[in-house]
């Protein structure tokens, strides 16, 4: 069955530092989205993505963020200098034009 | 803005005891609800879509049903192993976002 992945599973780095999440959604889904979940928090809506470009983001999703599709597969979530409350979890999701969002395993990222 | 409030914040069942979660929403336009399991460390798994009211859907011990104001999660002889988070969410606008609830967390014991 297909599903999104997501890489690398856990990432530490140093407030500062820029990080990129990768993700690969599932073959044919058109929208793809980032959420962030912080430890013991709600699931929480980043940006979504649409024909190459962003077709909404929330107010967390300032300049510090970025997103790309760099190719017919990836998907791939920047963030630039780091904070401390940039600590949490960051989930990948995807979807066809019609029904229900499949998220990824979500990647782990650890700013110390 | 949307807003989605779950209840009970945690829920403790024993194996067989049958029960229910609450989802009620706020939403301009519902398109759809979600709901989802969360296991720990792990990205939410999609359980069920419900568009309109009076909609039901079940899978296993598992029944989702769909009023204008809220959802209900019924869970029917649970299992230790439907030891979870439980998430809802709703979808609205062209873009598809989700605004999520904070969830319950069910535990069955055995």
């Known amino acids: 069955e297909p599903e999104v992945t997501q890489t690398p599973s856990h990432q530490v780095t140093q407030m500062g530092q820029e990080v990129i999440l990768r993700c690969v959604p599932i073959s044919n889904h058109l929208y793809f989205y980032w959420y962030r979940q912080i430890l013991g928090q709600k699931v929480e809506f980043l940006v979504s993505f649409y024909n190459n470009e962003i077709s909404e983001k929330s107010e967390i999703f300032d300049d510090q963020f970025s997103v790309e599709r760099p190719d017919g597969s990836n998907f791939t979530l920047k963030i630039r200098s780091t904070k401390l409350e940039d600590s949490a979890m960051y989930f990948c999701?995807?979807?066809?034009?019609?029904?229900?969002?499949?998220f990824g395993p979500g990647t782990r990222l650890t700013v110390t | 803005e949307d807003q989605v409030t779950q209840s009970p914040e945690a829920l403790r069942l024993q194996e067989g005891e049958s029960s229910s979660l609450n989802c009620s929403y706020t939403?301009?336009?519902?398109?759809?609800l979600f709901w989802y399991r969360q296991d720990p460390g792990k990205g939410p798994e999609f359980l069920f879509t419900?568009?309109?009211a009076g909609e039901e859907k079940e899978k296993e011990r598992l029944k989702a049903t769909l009023t204008k104001k809220e959802s209900f999660l019924h869970i029917t002889a649970p299992k230790p192993e439907d030891s979870a988070t439980y998430l809802c969410?709703?979808?609205?606008?062209?873009?598809?976002?989700?605004?999520f609830g904070k969830g319950t967390l069910l535990t069955v014991n055995p």
């Open positions: 999701a995807s979807k066809t034009d019609r029904g229900e969002q499949y």
């Open positions: 969410a709703v979808e609205r606008g062209s873009n598809y976002k989700l605004t």
């Open positions: 419900l568009y309109s």
């Open positions: 939403v301009s336009g519902l398109r759809g």
